[in-house]
């Protein structure tokens, strides 16, 4: 019975070093199997269509050789107006506000001084005195004429009328500069008030007055801008302008907004270098003028002075691990997954949405690539 014993124990020790012997042979597999399949990734079905994940392949892209500049939003010149008045004077009325809106004639601010009121009295009186001084010049033309008066009396009536006539046009011009109407002058309606219109549609950028201040003649009381034409003025160095030409793409983007790109066109290059910082002025034209630029917001820009063709992948599609590139190309698929293999690849140009593959044309040419979702967490085999 104890040699029965001794034999069953003996098979069960048997069994259990084999059954150890097994599971470790089993477990070595295992790991060579991780090993083997380290560069295969797998993508369920289920998984490629909740991520939205897309194929596709490698193709030709532009990829842009560029200035790069600065630079700012501006007006054409036309479009900006700075206000003053051709007299000085204390201001009576006063009531827009920096963003105000105004129409060009709209009455933007008054200005009294007792001084309109002399210069309309001399206005007043040489019209007055013109009548007269007509009718004796006439007179005296038809005695000298008919040798009735003398040719000195005759010039001295000629003198005195046209000195009257010349005085009573520069005065005249000088109410239509005050705005004041010349026919209210003569109809005796006089006032001390001189009324300042605006000279241009758009916004009130300054407002340099208040009511009762006095102002100058060479004071700025008022800055608007029409901004509905808006430009780029970039600023490029000597040793770049050769290479800038009319018609060039622009591409551009705001320190407010540094994530967006907006495009505009190469449309005037200065002719003459700026003798200080030897960089000269290029005028670009907006692709869009957009309402949200503020004149005077500074800008950087990239101009572009050339374009090559070359293959590449979208960056989304490319991986980057320790300074080193990856894309993953289906390899196979079944009813459940998608299969990749992990593919090294060689970098070079990189623009906003593509980034140029060297070297790697007839590995990945017509091959199917990951393009979009490739860095979403996957399962890796």
Known sequence: MKKYILVIIKLLIISVLLVSCNSSSTKQAEVKTEETNNNIVKIS??????SKMELGNLSEQNFNKSIKTNGFIDVPPANKASVSAVMGGFIKKSNLLVGNKVKKGQLLLTIENPDFIEIQQQ????????????????????????????????????SGYKS????????????????????????????????????ISGSITKV???????????????????????????????????????????????????????????????????EQNRTIRVHGHLENENKSFIVGMFVEAEIVINSIKKNALPIDAVLEENGNYFVLVLNSKDEFYFNFD????????????????????????????????????????
């Open 45 to 50: 079905k289920a998984q490629f269509t909740n």
């Open 123 to 158: 206005y007043l009186e040489v019209f007055e005195q013109l009548n007269f001084l007509e009718s004796e010049y006439d007179r005296q033309k038809t005695l000298y004429e008919e040798n009735i008066s003398s040719k000195k009396n005759f010039l001295k009536a000629e």
């Open 164 to 199: 009257a006539r010349a005085v009573y046009n520069g005065l005249e011009q000088k109410l239509l500069l005050m705005n004041i109407n010349p026919s209210n002058v003569r109809s005796s309606k006089i006032s001390s008030i001189m009324p300042i219109f605006s000279p």
């Open 208 to 274: 340099n007055t208040s009511v009762g201040k006095f102002m100058a003649t060479s004071d700025v009381l008022l800055e608007i801008i029409d901004d509905d034409h808006k430009h780029l003025e970039l600023v490029v160095f000597e040793k770049d302008v050769l290479n800038v030409k009319e018609g060039q793409d622009i591409y551009f983007q705001t320190p407010e907004n540094s994530l967006k790109k907006y495009k505009a066109e190469v449309h005037l290059i200065g002719k003459s270098i700026d």
């Open 342 to 381: 992990k593919t090294p690849i060689n970098v070079g140009a990189k623009n906003e949405n593509w980034l140029e593959v060297i070297d790697n044309y007839n590995l990945l040419n017509n091959k199917q690539i990951l393009t979009k979702g490739a860095f979403i967490p996957l399962e890796e085999g």
